[in-house]
């Protein structure tokens, strides 16, 4: 099974500081059509989570551009650019690749200095 | 626009059973895999089960593997969850997603004690 792991778990940031998130997989994310389905989601206090990005870097419909993930294969990043108060949440990493089973990073907990 | 509803969801007894319901809107049901995905109190989120488009095809997490049973209904454009011989670590919100991932619902909380 693939196991994904995520770090830090805990990451307090100051208003207006960038924000980055590591994400790693037990396996290569490369799906054999070529695509890579990593994706990352965020769930704000009492919300259902929200996907951010698909596909490692494509942000979905109104997601704010200080929103980006980059990576390959094994290792994948999500950074925020500016965090601002409404960023605050738990932001899952997820992978897509090996359907049906989902699997989703233990989650990292993002909160104001 | 996406609508999922998830119902059903409530206060059991271990060892009892429960029938969860997503109604689903705005897309086109039948073209999409659909899973179930469940959040316990304060902790991550798990994949629990997936379902192909036709129904044909079941896949299940080893946790729940034997107890938990999806099935869909296209014409009724509706998935569901049958929980049965429940465990205290089944307890959780319980969310449908169609394998697409950018779509969630409110969830429905299943909370399973004596």
């Known amino acids: 099974d693939v196991v994904m792991t995520q770090s830090p778990l805990s990451l307090p940031v100051t208003l207006g500081q960038p924000a980055s998130i590591s994400c790693r997989s037990s396996?290569?994310?490369?799906?054999?059509?070529?695509?890579?389905?990593l994706n990352w989601f965020q769930q704000r206090p009492g919300q259902s989570p929200r996907r951010l990005i698909y596909?490692?870097?494509n942000r979905d419909s109104g997601v704010p551009d200080r929103f980006s993930g980059s990576g390959s294969g094994t290792d994948f990043t999500l950074k925020i650019s500016r965090v601002e108060a409404e960023d605050v949440g738990v932001y899952y990493c997820?992978?897509?690749?090996?359907?049906?089973?989902?699997?989703f990073g233990q989650g990292t907990k993002v909160e104001i200095k | 626009e996406v609508q999922l509803l998830e119902s059903g969801g409530g206060l059991v007894q271990p060892g009892g059973s429960l029938r969860l319901s997503c109604a689903a809107s705005?897309?086109?049901?039948?073209?999409?895999?659909m899973s179930w995905v469940r959040q316990a109190p304060g902790k991550g989120l798990e994949w629990v089960s997936a379902?192909?488009?036709?129904?044909?095809?079941?896949y299940y997490a080893d946790s729940v593997k034997g107890r938990l049973t999806i099935s869909r209904d296209n014409s009724r454009n509706t998935l569901y969850l049958q929980m049965n011989s429940l465990r205290a670590e089944d307890t959780a919100v319980y969310y449908c997603?169609?394998?697409?991932?950018?779509?969630w619902g409110q969830g429905t909380l299943v909370t399973v004690s004596s």
């Open positions: 997603v169609p394998d697409t991932g950018n779509d």
């Open positions: 705005g897309f086109s049901f039948s073209s999409y895999a």
């Open positions: 379902i192909s488009r036709s129904g044909g095809s079941t």
């Open positions: 396996q290569s994310l490369v799906h054999s059509d070529g695509n890579t389905y």
């Open positions: 596909q490692v870097s």
């Open positions: 997820m992978q897509g690749t090996h359907w049906p089973t989902w699997t």
